[in-house]
């Protein structure tokens, strides 16, 4: 066994093609025939949210959609205009940012209600909000045995001047599963949610159920806007419409070794040479986002061919088996990326490790340069 060569200093880099994004939010925009919001929590599904914000708001985008109210406020901070929703905050927080920010925030209770009326009296400005109705998933929203009661509530603060009602919003469970009965039950139970907040006097102008797959594949669930994240980066969760994945994630070789027939590799020995191969290490692992459970499953690209990830994924590096090819140090291997040279793709790591691809995009960790 020879080391040929030892470490150099260089890191795993993650490149982001934004004209990707750009395209496939064209295609949103287009396809869905509504207004359409960017979703860009998980910092833009590990995308960077700024960047596919700016990014999807010249290409069709009218909305931008995050979970918790300190991702809305990042945006403004970074000079975005554009209307914001929040949707996923603890009752017991202080809204008063929502309003000093322009931030919609949804409302699923009651508690919630009046934590957002408490905050516009102190700022002595409405608060706009989204009724949020679990259409199906027992996760976000209001029950709907709860509804009418909350309904009722924010027509009453609309009244007073609190607060303003601009949307009512719901979610499906199985968006992904295009004809499966449960998506006619949440739309049913959503057109039921908007007829009960008419009924309680509500006039929302915004009423929004779809995100990607539903988007896509269901056009009865678009009502007047539909919030796509995942499609924007290039991830159809409905199997039906080819995107532009976006991200490439690439990292040098920093040393090769020529090994003998036999030779083990790895914590643990799961993999030994079967022939004398040469075995090149990159330096990146489950720290940075790849799964550990894809040991000796995947493949990344590396000297114009697919060569198998040997032995265990380590916290911070990983072997591959290069084979014959005389891989050198300093050569680039690509992780993953769209695809159209042969390399790998998110979809190919998700499958080998048992995942969706959601799980890998947003688990690259921070150690990656970008
Ligand atoms: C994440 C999320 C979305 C976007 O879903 P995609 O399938 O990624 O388009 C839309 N709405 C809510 C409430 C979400 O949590």
């Known amino acids: 066994m020879t080391a040929l060569a030892t470490a150099v200093p260089a890191a795993a880099t993650l490149e982001v093609d934004l004209e990707a994004v750009a395209a496939n939010t064209r295609l949103f925009a287009e396809r869905s025939g509504r207004a359409l919001m960017a979703v860009v929590k998980a910092d833009g599904f590990g995308h960077g949210a700024t960047q596919v914000a700016r990014t999807a708001l010249r290409n069709g985008a009218s909305w931008l959609g995050v979970t918790s109210l300190d991702e809305a406020v990042a945006l403004r901070l970074d000079d975005i205009d554009a209307p914001v929703l929040s949707w996923l905050n603890p009752a017991e927080l202080d809204f008063s940012a ?57 027509d009453r603060a609309e009244r007073a001047g609190r607060i303003r009602v601009v949307g009512v919003m719901g979610h499906l469970a199985r968006g992904d599963e295009p004809g499966h009965p449960a998506n006619k039950e949440g739309r049913d139970r959503f057109a039921w949610g908007v007829a009960v907040a008419r009924r309680q006097g509500l006039r929302p102008p915004l009423r929004h159920l779809a995100a990607t797959a539903a988007t896509l594949t269901d056009p009865l669930s678009r009502h007047t806007l539909c919030r796509v994240g995942a499609g924007l980066v290039g991830i159809d969760p409905s199997g039906t419409t080819p995107l532009h994945p976006a991200m490439t994630l690439t990292a040098p070789v920093v040393s090769v070794r020529d090994v003998k027939a036999g030779t083990p590799v790895g914590y643990t020995h799961t993999w030994s040479a079967t022939r004398s191969t040469r075995l090149a290490l990159l330096p990146l692992g489950y720290a940075d986002g790849l799964p550990r459970s894809a040991s000796n499953r995947a493949e990344v690209w590396l000297h114009g061919r697919r060569c198998p990830v040997v032995g265990r994924i380590s916290m911070d590096q990983v072997v591959v088996d290069a084979g014959a090819a005389p891989v050198t140090v300093g050569e680039v291997a690509t992780v993953f990326g769209p695809g159209d040279l042969g390399e790998p793709t998110v979809a190919d790591w998700a499958r080998w490790s048992d995942t969706i691809e959601h799980e890998i995009v947003t688990g690259i960790g921070h150690r990656v340069r970008r």
Do not use: F, K, N
């Open 98 to 154: 929502a309003i000093t920010y322009r931030v919609d925030v949804a409302v699923p209770g009651l508690e919630h209600l009046a934590a957002v009326v408490a905050a516009s009296d102190r700022a002595g400005r409405p608060a706009r909000v989204h009724l949020q109705l679990d259409v199906g998933m027992a996760r976000e929203g209001a029950s709907p045995r709860d509804w009418a009661r909350l309904c009722r509530a924010a």
